[in-house]
């Protein structure tokens, strides 16, 4: 009798903190809802969904363990009823039950739905058995074919969403972004374009604008690199002319 007394204390303490965990998750989202709702995105509300149905499983994975006792079982009866204000009771529900009374017992310990909700059940059953075989057969074909059709086409956009994904990933990369930075600073701001002037001497930057000028320089060779970027850039001429020495005899001697 201690041995399935100590097992149901552990399965109540196990539930109770798998259902605060359940708690403090929904707690979260409907806090995220009421404060961020203008700027909450889609991925934030499917993650927060996917947190609470992980709780959910959780605490469904604890009441079918194997250590936990069957529950429906056992049964919960109030040893006593009285309209004072318990405040043991009031920490525990969080200030929800500030008395165990007569008029809250019925509601917390009941064991079928609330009166509205039966009445509504019952109105849902009776128009479906209203409903013939056929007719009912009929339309739960028509919502799988449309069911079915909603996944093929969510399948699809999967397929090609990750086709595109894989193609941009194994594309092969053109361009490289620290050349392209390179070349805008060379444009904007003429980095590393005064490299060449750096490593060349003095001496060889004058000689360098006298040759590019035509104008024949002071040192050596420089008459003959002038001469000859001046015969270089003369035009031939189209005029022959017939050059003889000046001791030959006159045609109109005497």
Same mark, same amino acid.
């Given at each position: 009798?201690?041995?399935?007394e100590k097992?149901?204390?552990m ?10 965990d359940l ?7 409907i ?8 700027? %909450?995105?889609?991925p934030?509300?499917?993650? +927060?969904?996917a ?6 499983n ?6 079918k363990n194997d ?5 429906r ?5 109030p040893?006593?009823l009285t309209?004072d ?6 920490k525990l529900?969080e200030?929800?039950v ?5 008029d ?12 509205? #909700?039966e009445?509504?059940?019952?109105? %849902?059953?009776m128009?479906? +058995?209203?409903? @013939? ?20 086409? #969510?399948?699809k956009m999967r397929?090609e969403?990750e @086709?595109? @994904?894989?193609a941009? %990933?194994?594309?092969v ?6 050349d392209?930075?390179?070349?805008i ?8 374009l005064?490299m060449l002037?750096?490593?060349?001497g003095p001496g060889q930057?004058g000689?360098? +604008?006298s040759?590019?000028s035509g104008?024949? @320089?002071?040192?050596?060779g ?7 970027m ?7 001429s189209?005029?022959?002319? +017939? ?8 045609p109109y001697s005497?």
């Amino acid at each position: 009798m201690q041995r399935e007394e100590k097992m149901l204390e552990m399965a109540v303490d196990a539930l109770i903190a798998r259902v605060n965990d359940l708690r403090s998750a929904i707690a979260a989202f409907i806090l995220k809802l009421e404060t961020e709702h203008e700027s %909450l995105s889609w991925p934030t509300v499917l993650d +927060n969904y996917a947190l609470i149905s992980g709780q959910l499983n959780s605490l469904l994975k604890t009441i079918k363990n194997d250590k936990t006792p069957p529950l429906r079982n056992l049964i919960i009866l109030p040893l006593s009823l009285t309209p004072d204000r318990d405040e043991e009771l009031l920490k525990l529900t969080e200030g929800r039950v500030p008395a165990l009374s007569h008029d809250v017992v019925p509601d917390y310990l009941r064991t079928k739905p609330d009166p509205e #909700v039966e009445i509504k059940e019952q109105q %849902l059953l009776m128009r479906a +058995n209203a409903i @013939s075989h056929d007719t009912a057969q009929k339309q739960v074909n028509t919502a799988n074919k449309i069911a079915n059709h909603i996944i093929d086409v #969510v399948n699809k956009m999967r397929a090609e969403w990750e @086709s595109e @994904s894989n193609a941009r %990933l194994s594309a092969v990369q053109t361009t490289n972004i620290n050349d392209t930075h390179a070349l805008i600073s060379a444009i904007t701001y003429g980095k590393n374009l005064n490299m060449l002037q750096s490593k060349m001497g003095p001496g060889q930057i004058g000689a360098g +604008n006298s040759a590019m000028s035509g104008v024949p @320089s002071t040192g050596p060779g420089g008459p003959m690199m002038g001469a000859g970027m001046g015969g270089v850039g003369k035009a031939p001429s189209s005029i022959k002319t +017939n050059i003889k020495a000046g001791n030959a005899m006159h045609p109109y001697s005497r």
